[in-house]
């Protein structure tokens, strides 16, 4: 498998360096993503295949969100005189770089600690999903580091771009307009009369879609958005929840339900992404943060090591037998924090941009003597 992919992912790299567009570089880039997704997928690691196809989405995402206000071609090199000699330089590094790897691991003379993992993760950590329990539990202490740099680079994204403050400022829509949606929502009219001509004409399939311009709607869109919004969410609290034994865990529940936020932003811009997360990123950052800071303090308070877990069993009737293990609690932590990092950056990079935008066409338009929309 390995070498089937290797030379698509090496091919892609080499494209995407000599891209004159940049989607087209991103789009390359994500192929040398999408390539380790199948190495870890057929190297019996489900886990760090599925975070890896979610990682790679939500980076295409913000890449998207920050190139369509930039020019899409690259401006011209400078020179070509020292191209080969650039050329040379990166192939050195990278065998440079491949040596010592290959070296740091031929040098080894212990065992790695990471032999045990699977029985500390069953025994100590009281679960199946080994790559969950390492992140949550036998390193918890890495994963609070960087749940820490995840809250400084959502921050540090909102500063680019909230210049004066940080606050919430996405439009809110007002509650005669949210009825109105809500009530065309209840409607099950024919498919044919969404098809009607005018602003308003068209039925609103999302809570804000009577906001968004009708040149700028997809029917299709909103409808496959409204289907299938709520389920995701599902799906995300139940890779939460089961993240433990299985596939999932904290970081990917927490990337599905960002894509979630994603389509609803797709589908029906700022205003839409304001009805769907009405609250500030920052607190779903803060919330997180503290629930995984708690999750290592409490314990001290009953004279054990912090992050110390602890399981709690239970008979319950129609579930059966149920096992809960407290280090579930800090998965939760992660799970909130990851929603913030992307709602901060659709916040940011999205909406804000959005208005900003908006902002300057309508005080262009004002200037000439035109009404902006």
């Known amino acids: 498998v390995q070498l089937a992919v290797a030379p698509v992912m090496i091919a892609a790299g080499v494209i995407a360096v000599r891209a004159r567009k940049r989607y087209t570089g991103v789009v390359l880039v994500s192929v040398t993503g999408l390539g380790m997704v199948v190495l870890f997928a057929t190297s019996g690691a489900p886990d760090l295949a599925l975070t890896q196809i979610l990682v790679e989405t939500v980076t295409l995402v913000a890449f998207a969100l920050v190139l369509r206000r930039i020019p899409s071609r690259l401006g011209a090199h400078n020179g070509s005189a020292f191209a080969a000699g650039r050329a040379v330089l990166a192939v050195l590094v990278g065998l440079t770089m491949a ?34 329990v390492a992140l949550v539990d036998l390193r918890g202490w ?5 749940l820490s740099v995840v809250v400084l680079a959502a921050t540090g994204v909102a500063s680019l771009v909230f210049v004066t403050n940080r606050s919430d400022s996405l439009p ?75 596939p999932g865990g904290g970081f990917a529940a927490g990337l599905v ?16 992404l304001g009805a769907a997360a009405p609250t500030d990123a920052g607190r779903f950052l803060g919330i997180g943060m503290g629930i995984a800071v708690a999750c290592a303090i409490i314990p001290l ?71 902006g929309s």
């Open 142 to 146: 890495d994963t609070m580091g960087e």
């Open 172 to 246: 809110q829509i007002t509650a005669p307009i949210v009825q109105r949606a809500q009530r065309a929502l209840r409607r099950r009219t024919p498919l044919a009369e969404t098809d009607a001509d005018g602003p308003t004409g068209r039925n609103a399939w999302l809570v804000a879609g009577q906001r968004v311009r009708p040149e700028n709607r997809s029917i299709l869109l909103e409808i496959v958005v409204r289907i299938l919004f709520h389920s995701i969410i599902i799906v995300s609290l139940y890779l939460l929840f089961a993240g433990h034994n299985l």
């Open 99 to 132: 040596g010592v790897a290959i070296v740091a691991t031929g040098a080894r003379v212990d065992l790695p600690i990471s032999l045990a993992f699977p029985n500390l993760a069953y025994e100590i950590g009281y679960g199946k999903n080994v790559v969950n």
């Open 257 to 272: 339900a960002g894509m979630a936020l994603v389509m609803r932003y797709i589908a029906g811009g700022r205003y839409e």
């Open 301 to 371: 308070a009953f004279g054990v090591e912090p992050l110390t877990r602890a399981i709690f069993e239970a008979e319950v009737p129609v579930l059966g037998h149920i096992e809960f293990v407290t280090s579930t609690i800090f998965d939760i932590g992660v799970y909130l924090v990851v929603i913030g990092l992307v709602l901060d950056v659709l916040r940011s990079l999205g909406a804000e941009v959005d208005r900003q935008a908006n902002a300057a066409v309508n005080s262009v338009a004002a200037r000439e003597g035109v009404s």
